[in-house]
T-cell receptor, first 111, second 112 residues
């Protein structure tokens, strides 16, 4: 099946710990994106990548880091510098600047 | 990006057509109208998009007014599984990193 996978579905982290969220796609899409969604709110862009080994900050990049070593993978690290990391994290991909397709999401909770 | 205005919520009887309106009076000539929906605790699902002409796919139809200031998403035969938040978004097509701006959307409740 072609699609976008995110793992894990639920993630718990202690304060002060870094944690990495996985995003993989087998759609051969060039661009990948990370969004954050808080309860009852819309999505906010964290980082995006147009091609391998290149990525740009979105609106709320502080406290997050990404890498794009492979076309199909775009992992997001939530660092201890992120003050309010508890949220629903969504990964998306698109063919160049075309329609974005989303993964199922990872719900991160800081204990 | 142009802003959109949608009703907060709507109800629809199962099996009937659900018509979800969206106003985007400040839309620019190069901006497309996109519709996504989000079922609780899942990622947004792409439904359909269009520029000027009406569009139809296996999920829905999109009707865009001639002046492009508003549009309507039509689910022809709503089922209980169509209960979700529906988002209308306008954005230029050729725009990397042009984030999708999700507003509050319309909560559609399909009732049996």
């Amino acid at each position: 099946d072609g699609g976008i996978t995110q793992s894990p579905k639920y993630l718990f982290r202690k304060e002060g710990q870094n944690v990495t969220l996985s995003c993989e796609q087998n759609l051969n899409h060039d661009a990948m994106y990370w969004y954050r969604q808080d309860p009852g709110q819309g999505l906010r862009l964290i980082y995006y990548s147009q091609i391998v080994n290149d990525f740009q900050k979105g609106d709320i990049a502080e406290g997050y880091s990404v890498s794009r070593e492979k076309k199909e993978s775009f992992p997001l690290t939530v660092t201890s510098a992120q003050k309010n990391p508890t949220a629903f994290y969504l990964c998306a991909s698109s063919m160049q600047s075309d329609t974005q397709y989303f993964g199922p999401g990872t719900r991160l909770t800081v204990l | 990006d142009a802003k959109t205005t949608q009703p907060t919520s709507m109800d629809c009887a199962e099996g009937r057509a659900a018509n979800l309106p969206c106003n985007h009076s400040t839309i620019s000539g190069n901006e497309y109208v996109y519709w996504y929906r989000q079922i609780h605790s899942q990622g947004p699902q792409y439904i359909i998009h269009g520029l000027k002409n009406n569009e139809t796919n296996e999920m829905a139809s999109l009707i865009i007014t001639e002046d492009r200031k508003s549009s309507t998403l039509i689910l022809p035969h709503a089922t209980l599984r169509d209960t979700a938040v529906y988002y209308c978004i306008v954005r230029p097509q050729a725009s990397y990193g042009n984030k999708l701006v999700f507003g509050a959307g319309t909560i559609l409740r399909v009732k049996s």
